[in-house]
């Protein structure tokens, strides 16, 4: 009913944006074009708060993971996997919005991906390199990138290393646990939690270092935060000048100690956790979990907790906490005037969908607004982008269609979206005047 | 819940275990009875029940695993190729970077050699035979084997 509301007032607005982009001669840069994107007819299949309207702007056919636009609209693709040898696509956008695959460069898959000073930052699963741009924005030499980090932890869990930079020149890394939840044979039965869990040395948080120092290793940089188990979303917040990290919860309560939790609170728990860190937080991770049901840091069971007993330990407290499972992939903080006014320095959150909910239904495969004022979380969070799975079918499955994983924002205010299902990019944009 | 669904199985082998003796004196009244062996269609709801309890959280309910993640179950020579390999995959558990067609998968599977030999002969018998794969049963002979030579 709704859907069909929003459709019907859509469509003669986009017969008019149409016409109006027909009859407008084509610019040869589209970006500072702003007002003439128009969303596709079915809005990408996507739902959306009224006003706002999206569009393909590429399908890439890979495992897109992060993703950063330009001030002049190009755009660069980070890929879990190199597609035909590119680790990193980088497209170029007509007029109207519509991108194309114009090169690619780097062999190496991947997650991280960053703009700043104008280099590019992007990291394989244990390095992390950085190209110098040139005015258009271009990549000089995508075959000789300057190596910034190298020799970082890899296991066999958690391999990405998602990247941010700060304004004062530091670059900050995750290095996700390479364990569930640092038992001592991984995901069994009732095994127990290794005492000073061991892989937090060298993973399992967040290591700073610098932006512009080559060939730096874990002694050249700084454990910046701990027990955070792994991130993939994290974003710089401008306005408090401050690390925002989502952390991916520990997964399989109920298999590891059915007898303290059902499947349906095993779905539900732990909390997928927004941290906002200062350097030398510990955020609890394996020793608590954060169960948003009983706002309480809860000892893990690995570690003699009934899920009731609190945890002991100087650990800090999310800022703000979503359902178990979802997959926090990307997080991004709206500094963009394309949106309305609520959304300024509001955080978009890409929840990639879970799969450790089964034998209950999966949910996510959406992306999340989280309404901030100050600097905190402020009020609910509220799906903004909808319906990547498909269908609703496809989404309890966790069969979905499209999964969302990185998000950036356009020079115009626009947000990028990608998809590390399909390889599908899209771009969501405000209509309304 | 648990124990209830202990006492079902063990109720249910019982029960498998005196029809199969019963029809066996009848027919072949000189053999005598062997281990039990179920019928097809007993074993794999029986590991249907195995797989709901201890691989249903990675491998999915349709089998098809996880990307990047926990592989598919789905006509791969893992699961219909060598029955003692896949025997040993179960009780030691899997920590090879798989790859199955062109996608890798990394996740960490634990051992579950604390399952019987019936309940693992159940459960891969229910793989086997489920997701769109149709193959051979497993025995509980075979996991023993394969349990005997780890």
Known sequence: ??????????????????????????????????????????????????????????????????????PNGL???????????????????????????????????????????????????????????????????????????????????????????????????NVGAYSNSCQEVDRQLHSMGIKGCPILDSAGGI??????????????????????????????????????????????????????????????????????????????????????????KIMAPEYGGDGKKEAVGNFIDPVAAYPGHLAPNGLLFYTGNMFPEKYKNGAFIAFHGSWNRSPEPQAGAFVVFQPFKNGKPDGDWEIFADNFAGTPQKAASGRADHKPCGLAQGADGSLYVTDDVKGTVYRITYNKK | MKKIFILTLLMGISATCLFAQAKKTVKKPVKKPAAPVRGLTSSIAAGKKVYTLYCVSCHQLDGGGVQNLNPPLIKTTYVLGNKGKLAKIVLNGFNDNVEIDGNTYSNTMPPLNILKDQEIADVLTYVRNSFGNKASAVTVAEVKKARASK
């Open chain 1, 75 to 173: 755009i660069y693709v980070k890929l879990a996997r190199p597609k035909d040898g590119k680790g990193i696509l980088v497209l170029q956008q007509d007029a109207n919005g519509k991108a194309t695959v114009k090169s690619g460069f780097g062999n190496y898959g991947g997650t991280g991906i960053y703009l700043k000073n104008r280099y590019l930052y992007a990291s394989s699963n244990q390095e992390v390199f950085r190209y110098k741009l040139n005015a258009q924005n271009e990549v000089i030499d995508p075959n000789a990138p300057e190596k910034i980090i190298t020799g970082l932890k890899m296991g066999r869990e958690h391999e990405t290393k998602s990247i941010t930079l700060d304004n004062d020149g530091n670059i900050y890394v």
């Open chain 1, 1 to 70: 009913m709704k859907k069909k509301l929003i459709f019907t007032s859509i469509v003669p607005l986009l017969a008019l944006a149409g016409i109006f982009v027909l009859c407008s001669p084509k610019k040869s840069s589209g970006l500072e074009n702003t007002g003439t994107i128009a969303p596709d007819a079915n809005n990408a299949g996507l739902k959306l708060p009224d006003g706002f309207g999206a569009e393909v702007t590429a399908e890439t056919g890979a495992q897109a993971r992060h993703i950063v636009v330009t």
């Open chain 1, 207 to 296: 290591w700073q270092f610098k932006a512009d120092k080559p060939n730096q290793t874990y002694k050249d940089g700084v454990r910046y935060t701990t027990g955070l188990r792994n991130v993939v979303g994290l974003d710089w917040n401008i306005q408090l000048n401050q690390l925002f990290v989502m952390q991916h919860g520990r997964d399989q309560l109920h298999d590891i100690f059915p007898e303290m939790y059902t499947t349906q609170q095993s779905a539900l728990l732990p909390a997928e956790c927004m941290y906002a860190l200062k350097k030398g937080d510990n955020a609890g991770w394996p020793y608590m979990y954060y169960d948003q049901i009983q706002h309480k």
